[in-house]
T-cell receptor, first 114, second 115 residues
Framework: ETGVTQSPTHLIKTRGQQVTLRCSSQ?????VSWYQQALGQGPQFIFQ???????GRGNFPPRFSGLQFPNYSSELNVNALELDDSALYLC?????????????FGPGTRLTVT | DQQVKQNSPSLSVQEGRISILNCDYT??????FLWYKKYPAEGPTFLIS?????DKNEDGRFTVFLNKSAKHLSLHIVPSQPGDSAVYFC??????????????FGGGTRVLVKP
C-alpha cells in the first residue's frame, strides 16, 4: 500500500477526444510524476511537478499537460487523443526532504482510445 | 535511444533457486539505480536501490550488484519464491538531470517461479 490512488481505473475514449486522469498522493509528497506504460514496455516519463509547477518533461508533445494542487492531488490532461495514447498511465509521488530516489506508484489508469 | 535495457524478456526458475535479472545502461550520468516489481493490475512497487558509489546492496533475499565500468547491474533473488512471480523493472536516475527524480525504465523481465 503506497498511499497513492488514481482514478478512474479504466477509461475508454474516442480518437480526438480529451481526457483527464487524476492522482492523489500522500501528505508531504510534494513531487509527483506521471508515466505512460505501453503494453509490453517499461514506463516512460511524461513530466514532473514540484510545488504546483512543472519542473521536468519527457519526450511528449504539448497536448499532454498537467496540474498539481496544494492538497497533494494532481491531474494529467491529454487533448486530441490518438490511438497510440492507449496505455497504462501511472502517477508516482516522492516525499520531500528524503535522500533517496524512490518513488511510490499508484495502481494506474488504463486508457483505451478507439 | 533506449538508455536502460533489460535484454531478457522472461525468466523461469524453480522455487528455492536463485533468480538473476540483468540490466544494462548507456547514460554515464545515471547515479542511482532501482528495481521495481509489478503485479498485474497494480503499480510498480519499489524493491531495492543502489547508489553509484556502491557496488552492492543487500536487503533480505534481494541483492543488487552494480558494475559501473560495464554499465551493468543485476538483481539476485535468493531463494526464489512463487510469490516473486511478477514483472521486474530496472530503473535509473540522475541527480544532475533537470528533473532530478525522473526515472528511466528498462522494458522489464517477467519472472515465473515454479513450485
Amino acid at each position: 500500500e503506497t498511499g497513492v490512488t488514481q482514478s478512474p481505473t479504466h477509461l475508454i475514449k474516442t480518437r480526438g477526444q480529451q481526457v483527464t486522469l487524476r492522482c492523489s498522493s500522500q501528505s508531504g509528497h510534494n513531487t509527483v510524476s506521471w508515466y505512460q506504460q505501453a503494453l509490453g514496455q517499461g514506463p516512460q516519463f511524461i513530466f514532473q511537478y514540484y510545488r504546483e509547477e512543472e519542473n521536468g518533461r519527457g519526450n511528449f508533445p504539448p497536448r499532454f499537460s498537467g496540474l498539481q494542487f496544494p492538497n497533494y492531488s494532481s491531474e494529467l490532461n491529454v487533448n486530441a487523443l490518438e490511438l497510440d495514447d492507449s496505455a497504462l498511465y501511472l502517477c508516482a509521488s516522492r516525499p520531500t526532504g528524503t535522500r533517496s530516489y524512490e518513488q511510490y506508484f499508484g495502481p494506474g489508469t488504463r486508457l483505451t482510445v478507439t | 535511444d533506449q538508455q536502460v535495457k533489460q535484454n531478457s524478456p522472461s525468466l523461469s526458475v524453480q522455487e528455492g533457486r536463485i533468480s538473476i535479472l540483468n540490466c544494462d545502461y548507456t547514460n554515464s550520468m545515471f547515479d542511482y539505480f532501482l528495481w521495481y516489481k509489478k503485479y498485474p493490475a497494480e503499480g510498480p512497487t519499489f524493491l531495492i536501490s543502489i547508489s553509484s558509489i556502491k557496488d552492492k546492496n543487500e536487503d533480505g533475499r534481494f541483492t543488487v550488484f552494480l558494475n559501473k565500468s560495464a554499465k551493468h547491474l543485476s538483481l539476485h533473488i535468493v531463494p526464489s519464491q512463487p510469490g516473486d512471480s511478477a514483472v521486474y523493472f530496472c530503473a535509473a536516475s540522475s541527480l544532475m538531470a533537470a528533473a532530478g527524480n525522473k526515472l528511466t525504465f528498462g522494458g522489464g523481465t517477467r519472472v515465473l517461479v515454479k513450485p
